[in-house]
């Protein structure tokens, strides 16, 4: 394994990178850090060239020191790496950034994942209000009471006292991120997602745990409807953070799908050489 710094827009990004073969980029969570993929990292890498790294201002990668954009910071990741294209694989904000990418860059994605998530402008059904509070909490500084709260909503199941005190430390120091984009760090695309989502034509995966925010589980449907051909999986006993609620079903899930669409991928390489 392999880590260190790529400077990027605003500052520099930690990134962790393993295994040979194409290219799987781990996105994580708001309110959350690349730890929340150590369960999948052997796995995975030991079929793919594997790329976690932190977002500003959380794990090992420091705070901005101004605005940037998400996607500009994966390209120059992926650029830095020697990477073109990755598979996309991102849960909740993460699986958001990744959907936007694959709109923005699909020339460099061979494949999606998108887990816990939904897509900027598709409507949503009623929102929790203490989902609306944490944002509130975060936004104001507040990262105890917002941290709680992220508990609370996204993250209420007890699975096995490692695993919950694992979540449980990593959103407390992981949800002042939950602040950048109020705080104006954050430039999202001047376009919105959800009128976009059928041009994204890669293989997808959209993922969810059944026990997740229903408001969540209803804009994660909307958007496996919205992209073609999109697959769906609901994991049985997993709230929000799917790879560590429920990590072997995710892990064989996600490594099913990858191994199924580099075998088409592949094949067409092969037909167009035809």
Same mark, same amino acid.
């Given at each position: ?11 520099? *990004?930690?990134y962790?990178? #393993?295994?040979?073969?194409? %290219?799987v980029?781990?996105? =994580?969570?708001?309110?959350a850090?690349r ?10 890498s ?8 932190d977002?500003p201002?959380?794990g ?15 390209? #120059? ?6 990477? $073109? ?9 993460? /699986? ?12 460099? +994605? &061979? ?5 816990? @998530?939904?897509?900027? /402008? ?11 509070? @944490? &944002?509130?909490?975060?936004?104001a ?7 709680e709260?992220f508990?609370?909503v &996204? ?9 919950d ?25 001047d ?10 034509r ?6 969810? /745990? $059944?026990?997740?925010?229903?408001a ?6 909307? *958007?496996?409807?919205?992209i ?9 006993? #997993?709230? =929000?953070?799917?790879?560590?609620? %429920?990590? $072997? ?6 490594? +099913?799908?990858? =191994?199924? %669409?580099?075998?088409?991928r592949?094949?067409?390489?092969? +037909? $167009?050489?035809?």
């Amino acid at each position: 394994m392999a880590s260190g710094y790529v400077d990027v827009e605003g500052g520099r *990004l930690f990134y962790e990178v #393993a295994g040979a073969g194409p %290219a799987v980029l781990l996105l =994580h969570a708001g309110g959350a850090d690349r730890r929340m993929w150590d369960q999948q990292w052997g796995p995975l890498s030991g079929a793919f060239r594997v790329v976690r790294f932190d977002f500003p201002g959380v794990g090992a990668s420091p705070l901005p020191e101004r605005s940037f954009s998400t996607s500009d910071h994966i390209v #120059a990741l992926l650029d830095f790496l020697g990477i $073109d294209p990755a598979a996309l694989v991102g849960v909740s904000l993460g /699986g958001a950034v990744a959907v936007d990418f694959a709109i923005e860059h699909p020339d460099r +994605t &061979w494949a999606l994942v998108a887990v816990a @998530c939904g897509a900027r /402008g598709l409507p949503e059904g009623t929102p929790n209000p203490r989902g609306i509070e @944490c &944002w509130a909490a975060a936004a104001a500084g507040d990262f105890d009471r917002a941290a709680e709260l992220f508990m609370q909503v &996204w993250c209420p199941m007890r699975t096995s006292p490692e695993v919950d005190e694992a979540i449980r430390r990593m959103v407390r120091e992981s949800i002042g991120m939950l602040s950048l984009l109020p705080r104006g760090l954050v430039r999202l695309p001047d376009w919105q997602a959800a009128d976009r989502l059928e041009e994204i034509r890669v293989p997808t995966l959209a993922m969810w /745990g $059944d026990r997740d925010d229903p408001a969540l589980q209803q804009v994660a449907e909307r *958007l496996t409807a919205a992209i073609p051909g999109a697959r769906r999986v609901v994991v049985p006993a #997993a709230d =929000h953070i799917v790879p560590m609620r %429920a990590p $072997d079903r995710f892990t064989d899930e996600v490594l +099913t799908f990858l =191994h199924q %669409a580099q075998s088409a991928r592949s094949e067409a390489r092969g +037909t $167009d050489a035809e």
